[in-house]
Structure formats: C-alpha cells, structure tokens
C-alpha cells in the first residue's frame, strides 16, 4: 500500500462509518482501494465504546457472571453485525459505488465509478448510462468521454466511440491513452491514415509506448507500407519484448518480403510467449506451407485448430496440405468441414472439386465447380478444362 500520513489515516478512521468512500476519497486524495483498503484494518475492530464496557464488565467481579456473559455476547454479535453489513457492501466495486451514487447522486465522481465497476464487468448498457448520468453532471469530465468511447468500440459502435474519444481529446488533448483507443477505432473503421496519425501523437505523448508501435506497424502493413511496418514492430518488441501479437505481426511482414526463416522464428518466439496464440500457430503453418514443409504444417494447422476449431479457413488450408501428401480423403473432409461453417466459401468449393477429380469422381467435381459458379466466384481455369470431357 502506498504511504499515507497519520493525518489522513486519521480522518478515515473517524469518519468512515458516516461518510461515502467517495466523500473520503475527495478529502484524502487518495485512490478508492487505498481508502478502502485503510478502512479494512479498523471495520473490523470493536467500537472504543465497547471496548470500555467489555473491560468495566470484566474487572468488576460483583456483576452476575452469566450477565457478564450474555453481555459480553451480545456485544461480539453486534459487532458481527455491523462488519457483515459492511462487508456485504463492499463485497463488489458495483455494490459499492451504487451506494456511494445513493448518498451521492448530483455528484460526478461516483457516477463515474460506478461506470467503470460496470465496465469491468462487461455490463456494457449499465456502464454506458452512467457516464452518460457523469457528463450531465460535469460535460468536462474527460475520462468519462475517454470510457464511453471505449465502451462504445468494445461492443463494435466506432461511429459513436470516434465522436467521445474526440470529444476526451477537446478537454485534455495531451492524453496518449486517448489518441491510441482513437488510432483503434479509427483502425477499424479502415482509416489507416487517420489511425496512424493518432499512433504517431499517442507516440511523441509516451515515447515508450509499445502498443502504440505495434498498431502503428500494423497500420502500415495494411497499406502495403512493409519497411516502415517492419520498423513499427521491431520497435514495439525493443520496448516490450513479450507482445505475442508483434512478433507475429512481424513474422507476417518477413514472410511477404520472402524471408520465409526469419518469419518462422517470430512465429516461434510468439508460441513461446503463449503456446496458446491460435493466429502463430495458424501463420506458422503457413508459412511450411510455402517451404513445402507438409508435414510441419499440418501439425501447426491442427494445433490452431484444437485452439479455435471453427475456423474455416485453417481446415481449408489443413485441407491442402493433407492434398500436397496425397491424402485426398483426409483432405476432401477438411473442405467438408469449411463448408458447414461457411456454405459460401468459393476457395474451398474450388479445391474439393478438384480434390474430387483427383480420386475420379467427377459428378462431385462438377457439383461444386458449379457451385462457384452460382455464387459468382472465381473458377480456376485449369479445373474448367479438365472437367470439359466429364459434362
């Protein structure tokens, strides 16, 4: 726990039972949890008044003993009491921040935690009200425009998360934080320069902010820009060596340039930060792939698929690798699979069909060629040719 003068330690003590958190935060300047966390040592003790009459009932021996007794009792159940109320309030950050917003309700601040407590708990609507109620209170409080924004982006309205984050950076444009969750919505609205131009503030803001380079390297891969990705990853992981996502970004990027071993170690030292990284077991086997390494991508491409088992696209290339081996069955049910979770995906009706020409049945190799056909893909030409004499 941080350091906290007598004075305010103090203050807490005398005044926690009939003042909020929230009150007691804004007189001690202290973080809630360090409130909170104070309170704990001294909730639990006996009342002083209490204490007295305990010692007063034990010294003087000319009381009843089974009185002393009952008394005695009955002052430890009051004092029970009195921590299991309180615990149950403080038993969730929700709980006690509506508490505080009871006592406290023209008050900005335990508006605003009680949005955040929601948003810990991903109870998005709730949490998207109340710094909706913290605004109406205070429209300059700028992190309740910074949260709304990310509540906004995390359940996919990038429209409105674009607006508060704009609206955050109005108040306080020197926020990195602020200018990087605007980068992300920018990102996935697919405005790349505007993204990268939010990256590149939240970077001069926090120089050491490795997130920031990340996205910034992915913002430049996606325009096709693979130098300065390249520059944006490496950065990233000479700030933060254990980003997962970077050095499979930057596997990625060596893999278009063609430098297919330098790609395979990123991947690599990704899975070996997090074994579990579907995406760098699926790039990695790639990445055999074009190696013509059939047996090493397979086993990549399963591993991704026993991360995330249905994703169409890894059965569809775990479906050409099994074809590179010869093992058309193995292969026609990997397509099968991409298709029940997927109906319309024109690259797997491309390669069953000539996985089923491969082992002579060219009923089903015209069934869903045509099947490319009707949902207006692309027919690779050589398989139109080699299914002319079967129509």
Known sequence: ?????????????????????????????????????????????MPKGHQDSLSKLIINKSLDKKMTILFVITIILCCSLNTYQRNILWRES?????????????????????GSAYEDEKMSDEAITEYKKTLAIDPRYAKAYNNLGNVYANNGMFDEAITELKKTLAINPNLAKSHYSLGLAYKQKGMLDEAISEYKIAITLKPNYAKAYNNLGYAYEKKGMLDSALTGYKRALALDPDIEEAHTSLGNVYEQMGMLDEAIAEHKMALSIDPQYML???????????????????????????????????????????????????????????????????????????AYYLKGDYKLAIVHCDKVIKIRGSVNPKLLELLKPYR
Request: charged share 30%.
């Open 94 to 114: 929700t709980t006690l921040w509506s508490d505080c917003v009871v006592k406290s309700p023209r008050k900005a601040r335990p508006h605003f935690s009680l």
């Open 280 to 354: 760098a077991h699926y790039n990695l086997g790639l990445v055999y792939l074009r190696k013509g390494m059939f047996d090493e991508a397979i086993a990549e491409l399963k591993d991704a698929l026993a991360i995330k088992p249905r994703d169409a696209k890894v059965h569809i290339n775990l479906g050409y690798a099994y074809g590179k081996k010869d093992m058309l069955d193995k292969s026609i049910a990997e397509y099968k699979i991409a298709l029940s979770i997927n109906p319309n995906l024109t690259q797997a009706h491309n390669n069953l069909s000539f």
């Open 1 to 45: 726990m941080a350091e906290i003068s007598n004075k305010k330690r103090k203050l807490i003590k005398n005044n926690f039972k009939k003042l909020s958190i929230e009150e007691l935060v804004r007189q001690t300047n202290l973080e809630p949890h360090v409130v909170r966390s104070v309170i704990d040592r001294y909730r639990t003790k």
